[in-house]
């Protein structure tokens, strides 16, 4: 298997403020270029979900408590702990031959990950993911191909999709991008792991599909498509 075929796409659902946000809820999915998953897990941090009670009334998707409940007594997500995330990831990239982990927003799924780790284990170990990970930053992908568009400005423009600044321009939120390329202005993220997952690997594909110089891993300049 050529190596990077694959990519994981991660998505975490936080407690506690920035920048000391731990992560009870953690979507994975191991996808091709064009979307498609080949595995997908939905998961509950116990670490957190569980035993930081505190945090988890406070968290800025308290109300979407009881979902997790019911899903996980209905088998639909999976209760593990930090460690065993941890694990999968490694046996990800190890199966699929991989060290590519992408998110939207890439910085604040990384740094979830290592204050996870780092509460997990007391502060003796603060780096989950595993060693030569290369992260892409789904956003900046965004930014410099669809967000590009005019079409995405016009759709923007035209929904209300536009920021507060003195001089409003077009939001790059993830919800938003996926609202252009699925052409529905009505849509809603769910921000749960997975669903979430699902909308950002849809949006790694289409820009994909563009051909263009964009930025990719975090920190660099514009490389080729």
Avoid at 50 to 70: F, I, N, T, V, W
Avoid at 155 to 175: D, I, L, S, V, Y
Avoid at 208 to 224: A, E, N, Y
Wanted: proline share 4%; with cysteine; hydrophobic share 35%.
């Amino acid at each position: 298997m050529r190596k990077n075929v694959y990519k994981i796409v991660i998505d975490w659902e936080t407690a506690c403020d920035m920048p000391n946000q731990i992560g009870y809820d953690c979507g994975i999915a191991v996808v091709r270029n064009d979307g498609i998953p080949v595995e997908e897990y939905s998961l509950v941090n116990s670490d957190v979900f569980y035993d930081r009670k505190e945090d988890m009334r406070s968290c800025y998707y308290a109300a979407k408590l009881p979902k997790y409940h019911k899903a996980i007594w209905a088998g639909e997500r999976k209760v593990v702990n930090t460690y065993q995330i941890k694990q999968l990831l490694k046996a990800l990239q190890e199966k699929y031959n991989t060290n590519i982990i992408c998110a939207y927003n890439a910085g604040f799924d990384k740094r979830a990950g290592n204050n996870t780790e780092e509460m997990a284990t007391g502060g003796k170990y603060k780096y989950l993911y595993p060693y030569g990970t290369e992260f892409w930053d789904i956003m900046l992908m965004a930014t410099d191909t669809i967000c590009e568009m005019a079409s995405y400005k016009k759709f923007c423009q035209e929904h209300g999709f536009m920021t507060n600044h003195k001089t409003p321009r077009p939001q790059r939120k993830a919800e938003t991008v996926y609202a252009f390329i699925t052409n529905n202005p009505d849509f809603e993220e769910e921000h749960q792991g997975l669903d979430d997952v699902r909308i950002e690997a849809a949006i790694m594909a289409a820009c994909f599909k563009k051909h263009k110089k964009m930025r990719r891993v975090l920190g660099t300049k514009k490389c080729p498509a």
